[in-house]
């Protein structure tokens, strides 16, 4: 399953720093951000239900950010397949 959330995650170490302990947390996870969105987008697949979704945004919490799920309406759920899992996306730089 694949859970898309909007946080206040602005500054590309920021957002390299949660990757990595995303995917140190959920080994069988993978995220990434889109920081050019108005949002700060993060996309995390491998997501096994609800509950881990709200332990991704308690972990991004314990980091003193924002995260919250967006609604599955959100137009930004199909261009999920454009951003390379792992990646933070800004303008004209990715990792």
């Known amino acids: 399953m694949i859970e898309v959330f909007k946080t206040d995650v602005t500054g590309k170490d920021r957002a390299?720093?949660?990757?990595?302990?995303?995917?140190?947390?959920?080994?069988?996870?993978?995220?990434?951000?889109d920081l050019d969105d108005c949002?700060?987008?993060?996309?995390?697949?491998?997501?096994?239900?609800?509950?881990?979704?709200?332990?991704?945004?308690?972990?991004?919490?314990?980091?003193?950010?924002?995260?919250e799920i967006l609604p599955d309406d959100d137009p930004l759920i199909g261009e999920k397949e454009s951003i390379r899992q792992g990646e933070v996306v800004l303008s004209s730089l990715s990792l």
């Open 39 to 67: 949002d700060h987008i993060l996309r995390v697949t491998g997501i096994t239900g609800e509950a881990e979704a709200y332990r991704i945004i308690s972990l991004v919490k314990s980091f003193g950010n924002k995260a």
């Open 16 to 33: 390299c720093m949660l990757i990595n302990e995303i995917h140190g947390a959920f080994g069988h996870c993978r995220a990434n951000f």
